[in-house]
């Protein structure tokens, strides 16, 4: 099923423009889901909104926002209100500057979305500036509108389209001295530092994503698919493994580097096989918690 539109608007570039469509790039609808249910009924349960100060039920029609203004005083907002906001960025993705991509640091990166011309629209346009950008090996910085917030956007060619990726805003990011501070420089040993890094060669490669499968969806299914047919289910979960302290580092390390075996330019074998089975059609659906 091909992916549904989540913002349709134009992206301009000086006085050129053309209209673009937002599809989202990633999705979680394969994971297995759960829904709340009555244990005793094994019916699906409904949640309710209850007013905080009379306890009685709202009714969905009477449901809205507000902000609170002082303790338990709140001000209505209204959708209308809020749509009132108006700005540039609510329907057009204006570029702003263009930058080298390894300047913006990993941690502002939020979501990403497939950006692709309107089929109706301008594609020499959206083309031209494809291609500029490719061109240049540079990234864009622009603004968008996205669930009501503005979001600041990093655009990039990707393939024949682009992939716009949404950034957090610097008061978003958290300092990392408010974690690492307590971090104390240590002075390592050559030898240990020099046994550390032939281990990293030795395990050197590429990303390469579709080795990494989701070990805990395949084992959840697997358990449903024991569940769904009568089988019993173990109760105990796996032991941990336990991480007493390293009596010897420098030994460890050698031990390590021995283990891996020779340092060859060999491919790493897959944490998991490429092609998993086909999880079956009926657990494929949305799980349901007994």
């Not at 913006?104 to 629209?121: K, L, M, Q, S």
């Not at 307590?182 to 002075?187: A, F, H, N, T």
């Not at 020779?262 to 657990?283: D, F, N, S, V, W």
Request: proline content about 7%.
């Amino acid at each position: 099923m091909a992916a549904r539109p989540t913002w349709k608007g134009h992206l301009k570039l000086s006085l050129v423009s053309c209209p673009i469509v937002l599809y989202p790039a990633t999705s979680s609808s394969e994971r297995t889901a759960f829904r709340q249910i009555n244990l005793k009924t094994r019916n699906r349960l409904r949640q309710q909104l209850i007013d905080d100060q009379t306890k009685e039920v709202v009714e969905a029609a009477d449901k809205g926002r507000g902000l609170e203004i002082a303790k338990n005083v709140y001000l209505p907002v209204t959708d209308e209100e809020i749509d009132s906001v108006a700005i540039e960025s609510s329907h057009t993705v204006s570029i702003e500057r263009f930058v080298r991509h390894d300047t913006i640091d990993d941690r502002y990166h939020d979501t990403p979305y497939y950006v692709a011309p309107d089929e109706d629209g301008d594609q020499e346009t959206f083309s031209v500036i494809h291609e500029a950008m490719r061109g240049k090996g540079v990234v864009a910085l622009a603004r968008i509108v996205l669930n009501k917030r503005e979001r600041i956007v990093m655009i990039q060619p990707w393939e024949d389209g682009l992939l716009a990726t949404t950034l957090h805003y610097a008061y978003e990011v958290r300092a990392a001295r408010t974690v690492f501070a307590g971090i104390v420089p240590i002075k390592i040993d050559p030898e240990m530092r020099e046994l550390a890094e032939r281990l990293i060669e030795q395990r050197a490669g590429k990303f390469e994503p579709e080795t990494f499968t989701d070990r805990y969806e395949e084992a959840l299914v697997a358990m449903l698919d024991k569940k769904r047919a009568g089988a019993p289910i173990p109760k105990d979960r796996p032991s941990a493994p336990t991480s007493g302290k390293v009596v010897n580092l420098m030994e460890a390390l050698r031990n390590s580097i021995k283990g891996e075996g020779p340092t060859t330019r060999r491919k790493a074998p897959p944490l998991q096989p490429k092609a998993p089975a086909r999880r079956p059609a009926a657990t494929r659906r949305k799980a349901t918690s007994r």
